[in-house]
T-cell receptor, first 111, second 114 residues
Framework: DTEVTQTPKHLVMGMTNKKSLKCEQH?????MYWYKQKAKKPPELMFV???????INESVPSRFSPECPNSSLLNLHLHALQPEDSALYLC??????????FGPGTRLTVL | AQSVTQPDIHITVSEGASLELRCNYS??????LFWYVQSPGQGLQLLLK??????LVQGIKGFEAEFKRSQSSFNLRKPSVHWSDAAEYFC????????????FGSGTKLNVKP
């Protein structure tokens, strides 16, 4: 299984809502990533988990809260988001220094 | 400064014509090099990668890329473009740290004329 899955595919939320994005991989990869991608831009790294520990936080606002419950699962908890947080959120995983495998993304709209 | 440059923001080619997308990087060591393709609203799909060895690498969908150390380049090529190749293409470098952080170019949008 060489797939990274993400749910939901689409999410619309108000600025006072709390929601979560989910990412799953069963390739045994030990590194997992959250990216934010705005239209016509490259992915922008948000967080890196390595061996289930948060290793990189690219100065992301605290309204985004990552969680890695186990080596296969990565969550992104969202609270009090702003309209400018609307974007495609991509999850990826990798083994060591190889290629990153990307999920299909969650299209988030904040009203 | 460390950077990945894709000089062409948009490229339009006719179906059946050849294609070359440019990528240059600026890092002290030779990084791992990747090309990804992204269709609208989708995730990124790996086309090919270079770690070491033969500088001409073959990928999926008939794509190939050539690593040129002297030019710090990793250009993507395809001899005959199909309409389904219309998408956004990203060059990326990685393997520079223990967390495999990737650095992406700004992307090249490929349009294919019928």
């Amino acid at each position: 299984d060489t797939e990274v899955t993400q749910t939901p595919k689409h999410l619309v939320m108000g600025m006072t809502n709390k929601k979560s994005l989910k990412c799953e991989q069963h390739m045994g990869h030990r590194a997992m990533y959250w990216y934010k991608q705005k239209a016509k831009k490259p992915p922008e790294l948000m967080f890196v988990y390595s061996y289930e520990k948060l290793s990189i936080n690219e100065s992301v606002p605290s309204r985004f809260s990552p969680e890695c419950p186990n080596s296969s699962l990565l969550n992104l908890h969202l609270h009090a988001l702003q309209p400018e947080d609307s974007a495609l959120y991509l999850c990826a995983s990798s083994q060591d220094r190889g290629e990153q495998f990307f999920g299909p993304g969650t299209r988030l709209t904040v009203l | 400064a460390q950077s990945v440059t894709q000089p062409d923001i948009h490229i339009t080619v006719s179906e059946g014509a050849s294609l070359e997308l440019r990528c240059n990087y600026s890092y002290g060591a030779t990084p791992y090099l990747f090309w990804y393709v992204q269709s609208p609203g989708q995730g990124l799909q790996l086309l090919l990668k270079y770690f070491s060895g033969d500088t001409l690498v073959q990928g999926i969908k008939g794509f190939e890329a050539e690593f040129k150390r002297s030019q710090s380049s990793f250009n993507l090529r395809k001899p005959s473009v199909h309409w389904s190749d219309a998408a956004e293409y990203f060059c990326a470098v990685g393997g520079l740290d223990n967390f495999n952080k990737f650095y992406f170019g700004s992307g090249t949008k490929l349009n294919v004329k019928p």
